[in-house]
């Protein structure tokens, strides 16, 4: 696999956070209500971005949670030596019955992700309303899912990637199309 592009580097990412963070706030009229659930890995670390931005900007904080998805997977393509799925768990602070729930991913790829989200947080409680942030938006989808927030769309191959890298995770801030 080689690095055919660099599509967002750190001023990026950031500008698009503080973009995103506006339109939460404006479609919600403020975070009343709502929370932040960032998906594991990279969109807990999103989430926290964007609720630091939230905070700078209305002066009140949001809440924040991070979501494992690893068991409504339908692929469970992480799993341990003895073939069994490596759960990591989640960590929700509040009750979300009759919240608005913010869910934050990397990535929107096929959308079997934030579907099993969408199943993972209703066994937990019943939102008032669920709405998708992510970082990208690369297209070809299989299940009728859409974003409400993107920070870039990247129309991408079938046979290319996308690398999102976080300084939290991986000491850098970048977004690439990688060639498989």
Excluded: W
Excluded at 79 to 105: F, M, Q, R
Excluded at 138 to 145: A, D, S, V
Aim: aromatic letters at 2%.
């Amino acid at each position: 696999m080689s690095e055919k592009a660099i599509v967002l580097d750190e001023q990026a990412i950031r500008r698009a956070l503080t973009r995103i963070a506006h339109e939460m706030i404006e479609r919600n009229k403020g975070v009343e209500d709502c929370i932040l659930i960032g998906i594991r890995t990279r969109g807990i670390f999103l989430a926290n971005r964007l609720a630091e931005r939230i905070s700078e900007i209305e002066g009140k904080d949001i809440q924040v949670g991070e979501l494992d998805i690893t068991l409504y997977r339908d692929d469970l393509s992480k799993k341990t030596s003895d073939g069994e799925p490596l759960v990591k768990g989640s960590d929700i602070p509040v009750d979300i019955a009759d919240k608005k729930v913010i869910v934050i991913d990397d990535v929107l790829f096929t959308g079997r992700t934030i579907r099993a989200a969408m199943d993972a947080l209703v066994d937990i409680g019943r939102p008032s309303q669920i709405q998708l942030a992510v970082l990208i938006d690369r297209g070809h989808r299989e299940l009728p899912i859409r974003a409400d927030y993107v920070g870039k769309n990247v129309p991408t191959a079938q046979t290319e990637k996308i690398a999102v890298a976080l300084a939290e995770v991986d000491g850098i801030d970048q977004v690439s199309i990688i060639e498989k």
